[in-house]
């Protein structure tokens, strides 16, 4: 995908485009479906796209086509690779319903630290923890509840929870919290060993 197909079309009907960008992993097509459909469940009106996030949200000081570059040419560096995703978890602070990743975070935790460097860098409120967010934006009497049908709904999934990365999708985030596809960005890197 380029960097032009989707994003003026999309950036009209979804609202205005922010300076907000990430670097996202998207799961496959059956396993997201059954996310998304969870992620509905708890958080009715949410726009869901189950993703593992590289780069999160974040701002950026160069132009959209520059960081894409950038940023492809860093994930080329990288081999496909295995995610499994883990168990439902809460982050304590924030109260953020996810899974866990049970492999593939060092990998991505290697290219989180690569690509937050230069003029992708950005000083993140929070330590990079690779995780499917769930349910986020909570009332507190919500939480328990939503973690106990998210353990619930992923017992029972019938989806293979592993998956082969093969490539990055570059976002931006619009007025209306909708994400626009801008870019891929394939893992070309031929493992060693």
Same mark, same amino acid.
Request: proline share 11%; net charge negative.
């Given at each position: 995908?380029?960097?032009?197909?989707?994003?003026?079309?999309?950036?009209?009907?979804?609202?205005?485009?922010?300076?907000?960008?990430?670097? !996202? #992993? @998207?799961?496959?097509? /059956?396993? $997201? =479906?059954? %996310?998304?459909?969870?992620?509905?469940?708890?958080?009715?009106?949410?726009?869901?796209?189950?993703?593992?996030?590289?780069?999160?949200?974040?701002?950026?000081?160069?132009?959209?086509?520059?960081?894409?570059?950038?940023?492809?040419?860093?994930?080329?560096?990288?081999p496909p690779f295995e995610i499994e995703l883990g168990d439902i978890d809460i982050f304590p602070v924030?109260? !953020? #319903? @996810?899974?866990?990743? /049970?492999? $593939? =975070?060092? %990998?991505?935790?290697?290219?989180?630290?690569?690509?937050?460097?230069?003029?992708?860098?950005?000083?993140?409120?929070?330590r990079y923890h690779p995780h499917v967010t769930l349910a986020q934006e909570l009332k507190p009497h919500?939480?328990?509840?939503?973690?106990?049908?998210?353990?619930?709904?992923?017992?029972?999934c019938p989806e293979p929870r592993a998956f082969r990365a093969g490539h990055t999708v570059f976002v931006?985030?619009?007025? $209306?919290?909708?994400?626009?596809?801008?870019?891929?960005?394939?893992?070309?890197?031929?493992?060693?060993?």
């Amino acid at each position: 995908m380029g960097f032009e197909p989707n994003g003026a079309r999309e950036a009209l009907s979804a609202g205005q485009p922010l300076n907000s960008y990430a670097l !996202v #992993i @998207y799961l496959p097509p /059956a396993l $997201g =479906a059954f %996310l998304d459909d969870l992620r509905l469940q708890m958080v009715p009106g949410c726009n869901p796209h189950a993703h593992v996030s590289v780069l999160p949200p974040r701002p950026l000081p160069l132009a959209p086509r520059a960081a894409i570059e950038e940023a492809r040419q860093i994930v080329a560096g990288f081999p496909p690779f295995e995610i499994e995703l883990g168990d439902i978890d809460i982050f304590p602070v924030t109260d !953020v #319903i @996810y899974i866990s990743i /049970a492999g $593939g =975070a060092e %990998l991505l935790c290697q290219m989180h630290r690569t690509l937050n460097e230069g003029a992708l860098a950005f000083d993140e409120p929070f330590r990079y923890h690779p995780h499917v967010t769930l349910a986020q934006e909570l009332k507190p009497h919500q939480v328990a509840p939503l973690r106990e049908l998210a353990v619930r709904r992923w017992r029972a999934c019938p989806e293979p929870r592993a998956f082969r990365a093969g490539h990055t999708v570059f976002v931006q985030n619009t007025c $209306g919290k909708q994400w626009i596809d801008l870019a891929e960005g394939p893992l070309r890197a031929v493992p060693v060993g």
